[in-house]
Structure formats: structure tokens, C-alpha cells
């Protein structure tokens, strides 16, 4: 997956040892491979732009990510893109640390995954809650059963109203 035209930085690798050094690659397109599979090892491809909007639908137009990477200090951007674009997890101004958290969800969505793990994310992507009613079956009022009158509107109002909440 690594364009050797294209590293800028490390890229050396030993298939014995299953070793790649941290790579950060530049240049790189949509179009490259790099870009067409999810990438687990130490390879960063940068993508620049000079104009947002065509990124957005580019990234639109692909399978949902696992992890966006953006690098701005401009907060509109940053705004715009985190609203914009599904995507499993990421970082602004850094890379890979948001996985080192276990406070924050971490899991994909779409193709790259479903679910989120770490910390009460994993707990409750693990658990299944039940939702349950039970009710006594001692008393069963007919206001809730047709005919619906008049008066049965003015119980549940007057009920309703004792809670604080009210009926139109």
C-alpha cells in the first residue's frame, strides 16, 4: 500500500521481522491505494487542500472511515468537518491518541466496524438493557381503554398536572 514515490519520511519495512517504520506519506490522492483500505500500522498519508468543500464530498463518497485526522487551527473547519463527516473516531492536531483514551469511544461505523469500546462505551456496547414494565395487576384503570371522553382527558390532565407536566 505504500507508494515509495511518495514517502516523505521513514517507509523502510522488513517482511521477516513484520516491521514497517512510522511513514508519513505526502502527495497522496483519493485515488491512491492507500487511501482505498483501512490502514492498521504506523502510516500517515496527508492529503493537502485548498478548498474544503470538494474534500468533504470526496471523503462523502467513500466508505465511512475508521479514523479522521485533521490538522487545522481554524475553528471553522474544524467545526465543519466534525459535523459533516461520519467517521469512527479521530483526533484534531494530533493522530492515533484518541485510541489511548480510555474515557473516549473508540469504534468504527458503516464498513469500518459497528459498536464503540473502552471504558463505559465498551460496557455498554457489551451489555444488553432490557427495558421492562410491570405493572400491578391488582388495579387496571378503564382511561386508558376507548371510549376516550371528555372526562377521562380532564382526569389524565388533572393527573398530569400534579407531575408538573401538561397536556394539550
Same mark, same amino acid.
Given at each position: ?37 483501512? #490502514?492498521?500500522?504506523?502510516? =500517515? !498519508?496527508?492529503? @493537502?487542500?485548498? &478548498? ?8 462523502? %463518497? ?36 484518541? #485510541?489511548?483514551?480510555?474515557? =473516549? !469511544?473508540?469504534? @468504527?461505523?458503516? &464498513? ?8 463505559? %462505551? ?47
Amino acid at each position: 500500500m505504500i507508494n515509495k514515490d511518495k514517502v516523505y519520511f521513514g517507509g523502510e519495512s522488513n517482511v521477516e521481522n513484520r516491521y514497517i517504520a512510522p511513514t508519513l506519506m505526502s502527495n497522496v490522492t483519493f485515488e491512491d491505494k492507500i487511501m482505498s483500505e483501512e #490502514i492498521f500500522g504506523p502510516v =500517515l !498519508p496527508v492529503i @493537502g487542500y485548498t &478548498e474544503l468543500d470538494p474534500v468533504i464530498a470526496a471523503i462523502k %463518497a467513500r466508505p465511512k472511515p475508521l479514523s479522521l485526522y485533521l490538522f487545522t487551527n481554524d475553528k471553522q473547519t474544524k467545526e465543519k468537518i466534525l459535523r459533516e463527516i461520519s467517521f469512527g473516531g479521530g483526533c484534531v492536531n494530533d493522530a492515533l491518541m484518541h #485510541i489511548s483514551n480510555g474515557s =473516549l !469511544p473508540f469504534g @468504527g461505523v458503516g &464498513e469500518s466496524g459497528m459498536g464503540r469500546y473502552h471504558g463505559e %462505551a465498551g460496557f455498554s456496547t457489551f451489555s444488553h438493557y432490557k427495558g421492562v414494565l410491570e405493572k400491578p395487576t391488582w388495579v387496571e384503570p378503564n382511561i386508558k381503554y376507548h371510549p376516550h371522553t371528555s372526562l377521562k382527558l380532564k382526569l389524565l390532565k388533572l393527573v398530569a398536572g400534579l407531575w408538573g407536566k401538561k397536556i394539550s
